[in-house]
């Protein structure tokens, strides 16, 4: 019996990948995971003003939007989109009881609930989604060369914590502690960056 060929996907056929998300095709969900899965955690860090705990529950959360509620998308901006909407939504959702970050999400729930202009141009401006990239963006230049290698391995690219200590010649508890420390100042920082862009 000759071998079934699994899809490949493409990001320049994105309808044909989101048709077959929303039929729940396994080989689709792990491409795209594959693909974009250091993206969203990178996102959903930034929504989550680096607390670890809550942006692991927001990517959790896209990820079974995806597999739930995914729908045919035309292009590539706009699955990122869907994407985005689904961790503001979902960090709302678990995050109601940290009303000061809440508040600062808020602001920008307008522009989020409608990313494009009524004749389907993109605006120019900057928007929510790029204005809170920014502001990590910015917190991640306050750290020093080490300090951004430990975020960007843990919760961009999700890296052990035991493959963390070795690279940087800690131990777990060492990679551990920094970690919560830096965790807490880039929360600081991002607010203030975000309050500074208004």
């Known amino acids: 019996m000759p071998s079934v060929l699994s899809p490949s996907y493409s990001f320049t056929d994105i309808p044909r990948l989101t048709r077959a998300l929303q039929r729940g095709e ?5 491409w ?12 959903c860090f930034a929504v989550a003003a680096g607390d670890d705990a809550l942006a692991a529950d927001i990517a ?19 699955l990122w989109n869907w994407l985005a909407r689904a961790a503001r939504h979902a960090a709302i959702d678990l995050n109601r009881r940290k009303r000061r970050y809440l508040g600062l999400l808020s602001r920008f729930a307008d522009v989020w609930m409608h990313p494009f202009k009524a004749d389907g141009a993109h605006d120019s401006t900057i928007s ?16 020093t060369g080490e300090e951004r290698d430990l975020i960007t391995r843990r919760y961009f690219s999700a890296d052990s914590l035991e493959t963390i200590a070795l690279r940087h010649s800690l131990t777990v508890r060492a990679v551990e502690g920094r970690l919560a420390r830096l965790r807490k100042r880039l929360r600081t920082l991002i607010a203030q960056e975000l309050n500074s862009a208004n």
Do not use: F, T
């Open 128 to 143: 929510p989604d790029d204005a809170l990239l920014a502001a990590l963006d910015a917190s991640l230049q306050v750290l």
């Open 26 to 30: 396994d080989g689709a969900y792990a």
């Open 32 to 43: 795209l995971h594959a693909r974009w899965s250091s993206r969203i955690n990178r996102y």
């Open 60 to 78: 959790q959360s896209v990820w079974l939007r995806v597999v739930r509620h995914m729908r045919p998308l035309k292009d590539e901006s706009a």
